[in-house]
């Protein structure tokens, strides 16, 4: 099985901070990779496939980065409406999700 | 427009069987993968399984393997997740998703707005 980690697991920070995020993979999935947005109550919203793809409609201040094993997910500068929990997905082998990435408010 | 909406929130008791469902519309059934994910309070994603509607093919996650059952019904364009008999750790938000392609291991694009399950005596 693929396992995905995350870092940070809580991430604090102001509207207008620049923001990343990090996914491992254990073995190298290529660039099947997928970024989700995730607030209470609501649906899971794709942001990013194949590693960097930004999936239409999603703002471009949203922006995915590397292949293998090791990919981010860069918020550029934060909005209110991102205070969220970021999911990273792998879909090389099936589908495993890392633990996720709470950003909430400084 | 594709759209996936849930069924209502569930209450059980233990050893109840359930059964949920995600209708699907705006879209060709048969020609997606859909897949169940499960968010237990507090805690993050998880895979299930997924399903075929063209053929009804599945797989499933082996941490769900024989604990719960997925199936559609083509006429009706709906997809189920069912128990047999619930544990009060099924207790969770369930959310059904569609696949970007006919890939089985493709990325899902499409959410459900999510089932919750309630399972106390």
């Known amino acids: 099985d693929i396992q995905m980690t995350q870092f940070p697991s809580t991430l604090s920070a102001s509207v207008g901070d620049r923001v990343t995020i990090t996914c491992r993979a254990s073995q190298s999935i290529n660039v099947w990779l997928a970024w989700y947005q995730h607030k209470p109550g609501k649906a899971p919203k794709l942001l990013i496939y194949?590693?960097?793809s930004l999936e239409s409609g999603v703002p471009s201040r949203f922006s995915g980065r590397g292949s293998g094993t090791e990919f981010t997910l860069t918020i550029s500068s934060l909005q209110p409406d991102d205070f969220a929990t970021y999911y990273c997905?792998?879909?090389?082998?099936?589908?495993?999700f890392g633990p996720g990435t709470k950003v909430d408010i400084k | 427009e594709v759209q996936l909406v849930q069924s209502g929130a569930e209450v059980k008791k233990p050893g109840e069987s359930l059964k949920i469902s995600c209708k699907a519309s705006g879209y060709s059934f048969t020609s997606y993968w859909i897949g169940w994910v499960r968010q237990m309070p507090g805690k993050g994603l998880e895979w299930m399984g997924i399903i075929y509607p063209g053929d009804s093919q599945t797989r499933y996650s082996p941490s769900f393997q024989g604990q719960v059952t997925i199936s559609v019904d083509k006429s009706i364009t709906t997809a189920y997740l069912q128990w047999s008999s619930l544990k009060a750790s099924d207790r969770a938000m369930y959310y059904c998703?569609?696949?970007?392609?006919?890939?089985?291991?493709?990325?899902?694009?499409?959410w459900g707005q999510g089932t919750l399950v309630t399972v106390s005596s």
């Open positions: 194949r590693a960097s």
């Open positions: 998703a569609r696949s970007r392609s006919y890939d089985e291991s493709d990325f899902w694009s499409h």
């Open positions: 997905q792998q879909y090389n082998n099936f589908f495993t």
